[in-house]
Protein backbone atom coordinates (compact mmCIF):
# COMPACT_ATOMS: atom_id res chain seq x y z
CA UNK A 1 0.00 0.00 0.00
CA UNK A 2 2.58 2.63 0.77
CA UNK A 3 4.64 1.61 -2.20
CA UNK A 4 1.67 2.40 -4.31
CA UNK A 5 0.72 5.41 -2.14
CA UNK A 6 5.02 6.88 -3.69
CA UNK A 7 4.09 5.96 -7.20
CA UNK A 8 1.51 8.32 -7.26
CA UNK A 9 3.74 11.00 -7.33
CA UNK A 10 6.01 10.63 -11.01
CA UNK A 11 9.19 12.92 -11.03
CA UNK A 12 10.00 12.70 -7.46
CA UNK A 13 12.93 10.61 -5.95
CA UNK A 14 10.96 7.59 -4.50
CA UNK A 15 9.06 6.64 -7.64
CA UNK A 16 11.35 4.32 -8.62
CA UNK A 17 11.69 2.67 -5.90
CA UNK A 18 11.68 -0.84 -5.81
CA UNK A 19 8.31 -2.50 -3.61
CA UNK A 20 10.87 -4.84 -1.75
CA UNK A 21 12.85 -1.79 -0.98
CA UNK A 22 9.93 -0.22 0.80
CA UNK A 23 8.66 -3.25 2.72
CA UNK A 24 12.32 -3.68 4.27
CA UNK A 25 12.36 0.02 4.78
CA UNK A 26 8.93 -0.01 6.91
CA UNK A 27 9.99 -2.87 8.88
CA UNK A 28 13.05 -1.24 9.67
CA UNK A 29 10.94 1.89 11.04
CA UNK A 30 8.75 -0.57 12.87
CA UNK A 31 5.67 0.34 11.01
CA UNK A 32 2.43 -1.86 10.69
CA UNK A 33 -0.26 -1.94 9.06
CA UNK A 34 -2.98 -1.22 10.51
CA UNK A 35 -5.40 -4.34 11.04
CA UNK A 36 -8.69 -4.21 9.83
CA UNK A 37 -11.33 -4.41 13.19
CA UNK A 38 -15.01 -4.28 14.11
CA UNK A 39 -16.31 -1.19 15.51
CA UNK A 40 -16.81 -2.31 18.69
CA UNK A 41 -20.32 -1.20 20.35
CA UNK A 42 -20.02 -0.04 23.71
CA UNK A 43 -22.78 -2.02 25.83
CA UNK A 44 -24.60 0.07 28.39
CA UNK A 45 -24.97 -0.72 32.19
CA UNK A 46 -28.97 -1.54 31.29
CA UNK A 47 -28.02 -3.73 28.21
CA UNK A 48 -25.24 -6.04 30.14
CA UNK A 49 -28.14 -6.33 33.20
CA UNK A 50 -30.07 -7.55 30.55
CA UNK A 51 -27.33 -10.36 28.87
CA UNK A 52 -27.37 -12.14 32.59
CA UNK A 53 -29.52 -14.96 33.95
CA UNK A 54 -29.64 -15.61 37.02
CA UNK A 55 -31.61 -18.76 37.42
CA UNK A 56 -32.91 -21.53 35.18
CA UNK A 57 -36.07 -20.63 32.83
CA UNK A 58 -35.31 -16.27 33.16
CA UNK A 59 -34.25 -16.57 29.70
CA UNK A 60 -34.83 -18.43 26.70
CA UNK A 61 -32.49 -17.08 23.85
CA UNK A 62 -34.03 -18.72 20.28
CA UNK A 63 -32.38 -18.87 16.45
CA UNK A 64 -32.55 -19.90 13.83
CA UNK A 65 -29.86 -22.24 11.35
CA UNK A 66 -29.69 -23.60 7.77
CA UNK A 67 -28.74 -26.60 6.10
CA UNK A 68 -29.16 -28.97 3.65
CA UNK A 69 -29.68 -32.79 2.99
CA UNK A 70 -28.01 -34.52 0.49
CA UNK A 71 -30.48 -33.64 -1.94
CA UNK A 72 -29.69 -29.37 -1.86
CA UNK A 73 -33.52 -29.40 -0.07
CA UNK A 74 -33.04 -26.96 2.48
CA UNK A 75 -33.40 -27.35 6.38
CA UNK A 76 -34.14 -25.21 9.18
CA UNK A 77 -33.19 -25.89 12.92
CA UNK A 78 -34.64 -23.67 15.36
CA UNK A 79 -32.58 -23.48 18.51
CA UNK A 80 -33.94 -23.02 21.62
CA UNK A 81 -31.39 -22.46 24.43
CA UNK A 82 -31.84 -21.71 28.39
CA UNK A 83 -29.25 -18.93 29.09
CA UNK A 84 -28.27 -19.77 32.69
CA UNK A 85 -27.83 -23.70 32.44
CA UNK A 86 -26.72 -23.03 28.88
CA UNK A 87 -28.56 -26.41 28.11
CA UNK A 88 -30.02 -26.88 24.76
CA UNK A 89 -33.47 -26.92 25.68
CA UNK A 90 -35.02 -28.11 21.39
CA UNK A 91 -33.38 -28.26 18.10
CA UNK A 92 -36.31 -28.09 16.04
CA UNK A 93 -35.67 -29.28 12.48
CA UNK A 94 -37.85 -28.80 9.45
CA UNK A 95 -37.98 -27.63 6.15
CA UNK A 96 -39.73 -24.38 7.18
CA UNK A 97 -40.27 -23.22 10.48
CA UNK A 98 -43.56 -20.77 10.52
CA UNK A 99 -44.68 -18.83 14.08
CA UNK A 100 -46.82 -21.31 14.62
CA UNK A 101 -44.49 -24.22 14.77
CA UNK A 102 -42.27 -22.37 17.03
CA UNK A 103 -44.88 -22.20 19.05
CA UNK A 104 -45.87 -26.04 19.18
CA UNK A 105 -42.65 -26.06 20.41
CA UNK A 106 -42.51 -23.69 23.20
CA UNK A 107 -45.72 -25.24 24.15
CA UNK A 108 -44.33 -28.26 24.35
CA UNK A 109 -41.54 -27.01 26.84
CA UNK A 110 -43.76 -25.27 29.03
CA UNK A 111 -45.82 -28.16 29.40
CA UNK A 112 -42.70 -29.87 30.90
CA UNK A 113 -40.37 -26.51 32.73
CA UNK A 114 -43.22 -23.62 33.20
CA UNK A 115 -42.99 -20.77 31.30
CA UNK A 116 -39.84 -18.45 31.05
CA UNK A 117 -39.70 -14.97 31.84
CA UNK A 118 -38.13 -13.71 28.89
CA UNK A 119 -37.64 -14.83 25.59
CA UNK A 120 -34.45 -13.35 23.35
CA UNK A 121 -34.21 -13.16 19.92
CA UNK A 122 -33.50 -11.24 16.84
CA UNK A 123 -36.70 -9.27 14.42
CA UNK A 124 -37.07 -12.53 11.93
CA UNK A 125 -40.86 -12.57 11.07
CA UNK A 126 -41.10 -15.85 12.39
CA UNK A 127 -39.97 -14.06 15.66
CA UNK A 128 -42.13 -10.85 15.58
CA UNK A 129 -45.55 -12.42 14.04
CA UNK A 130 -48.78 -11.78 15.96
CA UNK A 131 -48.76 -16.21 16.68
CA UNK A 132 -45.42 -15.83 18.92
CA UNK A 133 -46.15 -12.59 20.31
CA UNK A 134 -50.29 -13.80 21.37
CA UNK A 135 -48.80 -16.76 23.59
CA UNK A 136 -46.25 -15.09 25.35
CA UNK A 137 -49.05 -12.87 26.38
CA UNK A 138 -50.75 -15.75 27.27
CA UNK A 139 -48.31 -17.59 28.97
CA UNK A 140 -46.89 -14.25 31.00
CA UNK A 141 -43.44 -14.53 29.06
CA UNK A 142 -41.83 -11.43 27.75
CA UNK A 143 -39.88 -10.82 24.55
CA UNK A 144 -36.60 -8.84 24.24
CA UNK A 145 -35.67 -8.41 20.60
CA UNK A 146 -32.33 -8.07 19.96
CA UNK A 147 -31.18 -4.61 17.69
CA UNK A 148 -30.83 -5.76 14.06
CA UNK A 149 -27.73 -7.14 12.58
CA UNK A 150 -26.66 -7.12 16.44
CA UNK A 151 -26.12 -10.85 16.80
CA UNK A 152 -24.09 -10.32 19.62
CA UNK A 153 -26.57 -9.26 22.20
CA UNK A 154 -27.74 -12.70 21.53
CA UNK A 155 -24.33 -14.31 22.75
CA UNK A 156 -25.32 -17.42 24.29
CA UNK A 157 -27.27 -19.08 21.28
CA UNK A 158 -24.94 -17.56 18.48
CA UNK A 159 -22.09 -19.30 20.57
CA UNK A 160 -24.63 -22.40 20.63
CA UNK A 161 -24.58 -21.94 16.34
CA UNK A 162 -21.34 -22.21 16.23
CA UNK A 163 -20.16 -25.77 17.74
CA UNK A 164 -23.49 -26.85 16.15
CA UNK A 165 -21.88 -25.59 13.06
CA UNK A 166 -18.36 -26.91 13.56
CA UNK A 167 -19.47 -30.20 15.22
CA UNK A 168 -22.25 -31.54 13.54
CA UNK A 169 -24.21 -29.52 10.70
CA UNK A 170 -20.59 -29.77 9.23
CA UNK A 171 -19.66 -33.13 9.59
CA UNK A 172 -22.79 -35.02 9.31
CA UNK A 173 -24.12 -35.20 5.22
CA UNK A 174 -27.78 -35.77 6.03
CA UNK A 175 -29.54 -38.33 2.85
CA UNK A 176 -33.37 -37.04 4.63
CA UNK A 177 -34.96 -34.99 7.08
CA UNK A 178 -36.28 -37.77 8.88
CA UNK A 179 -32.55 -38.59 9.59
CA UNK A 180 -31.66 -35.14 9.93
CA UNK A 181 -34.09 -35.26 12.89
CA UNK A 182 -32.78 -38.56 14.82
CA UNK A 183 -29.22 -37.57 14.47
CA UNK A 184 -29.72 -33.66 15.84
CA UNK A 185 -32.00 -35.13 18.26
CA UNK A 186 -29.05 -37.51 19.25
CA UNK A 187 -26.22 -34.93 19.19
CA UNK A 188 -28.38 -32.83 21.59
CA UNK A 189 -28.88 -35.29 24.07
CA UNK A 190 -25.30 -35.96 24.16
CA UNK A 191 -24.42 -31.78 24.62
CA UNK A 192 -26.60 -31.85 27.54
CA UNK A 193 -25.94 -34.80 29.20
CA UNK A 194 -22.10 -36.16 28.26
CA UNK A 195 -20.34 -33.22 26.99
CA UNK A 196 -18.92 -30.71 30.08
CA UNK A 197 -19.00 -27.32 30.00
CA UNK A 198 -16.04 -24.36 30.55
CA UNK A 199 -18.71 -21.79 31.31
CA UNK A 200 -20.26 -24.39 33.92
CA UNK A 201 -17.18 -25.76 36.09
CA UNK A 202 -16.80 -28.47 33.79
CA UNK A 203 -20.37 -29.73 33.88
CA UNK A 204 -22.80 -30.62 31.90
CA UNK A 205 -25.70 -28.23 30.94
CA UNK A 206 -28.27 -30.72 31.73
CA UNK A 207 -28.02 -33.04 34.97
CA UNK A 208 -30.75 -35.45 33.10
CA UNK A 209 -32.07 -35.68 29.68
CA UNK A 210 -34.31 -32.87 28.89
CA UNK A 211 -37.57 -32.77 26.68
CA UNK A 212 -36.95 -31.77 23.16
CA UNK A 213 -39.67 -31.41 20.16
CA UNK A 214 -39.07 -32.09 16.46
CA UNK A 215 -40.96 -31.42 13.52
CA UNK A 216 -41.24 -31.44 10.09
Wanted: net charge positive; proline share 6%; hydrophobic share 35%.
Amino acid sequence: MAWRVLRREPGQPWTGVNHKRVRRLWREEGLRRPVRTRKRRRVTAEQAERLRAERPNQVWAIDFQFDETADGRRLKLANIVDEHTREALAMRVGRTCTADDLVEVLAGLVAVRGAPEQLRMDNGPELIAWALRDWCRLVDARTSYIEPGSPWENPYVESFNGRVRDELLAIEEFPSLTVAQVVVEAWRIEYNTYRPHSALSGLTPGPRQSTGVSGS
